[in-house]
């Protein structure tokens, strides 16, 4: 774990050894106070209620927190190419979300291609909901099966109850494998990284009339991955996505029969 990131102190190889060895980096006061306050004032100018997210809303503070320098590079190097936001999730309140690993929802071929940097936008407390992690989970080698490409893909669009059959599912390993549960309790400005395969989710039982401002930001390497699309589609039938850089929404590779060629064949 990096405690404490000062300019003087920066080592990338150390933050990205965190990320693989540990699945998770805290990057203590990323942001000042006065973003955080900021920040704040913005979310309150906005109706997001309990549960509910706002994304990729590209208000010029948010914009400058998805494109901090030290994550940027931190995500960069994670990927051994440049990495771009493509996506912000905006709360006030805690999400209560459940366990679930990234790579599901951004599936990426080759794998791992994404990461996500959680801010915290006050300070954050047992009661509020923290983001809780399961330990070592990164290292359990893919929770593939519902993921594209996978000869064992859950993928289908009839069966509605497939989100929640991920989520026992998931639940159920933790258990057999006996993985324990942490969370990240933070400061207002504080910021945590997380391994795509990092098992995570929002405390279940927090005191729901507490607020938990919180801003997340997911990265996607722009280069090579292919992205696939879950939750959703015919089995076996591909679901490419493109994805867009939240700072200019510009689409972060073509869409189309030729650019998925040209990057496939770059991967032969
Ligand atoms: O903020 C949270 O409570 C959960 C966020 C999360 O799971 C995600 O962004 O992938």
Sequence with gaps: MIKDLEDKNFDIEKCVNS????????????????EVKNVQKYIDSLSIGPKERITSDNHPFLLEISNNKKVLKIASAFFKENAAPVQGLLFKYPTQQEIHQDTVHFSTFPRDLMLAAWVALEDITIDNGPLE?????HLIPSFSHYEFPSRHTNRNKNNKNYNKQYVKEISQLIEKLRLKKSFFLAKAGDCFMWHP???HGGNQTPKEELTR???????MATKTPIYFKH????????????????????K???????SMIKRLIKLL
């Design 19 to 34: 990320l693989n060895d540990n699945g998770y980096l805290i990057l203590k006061n990323l942001i000042s106070l006065e």
């Design 133 to 137: 992690y399961i330990q070592n989970s």
């Design 197 to 199: 395969r990092l098992m």
């Design 213 to 219: 401002y919180s801003y997340v930001t997911h990265y």
């Design 231 to 250: 939750f959703g589609g015919f089995n076996f039938i591909p679901r490419l996505q493109s994805p867009k850089n939240i700072n200019n929404r510009k």
């Design 252 to 258: 972060l590779y073509k869409f189309g029969a030729i």
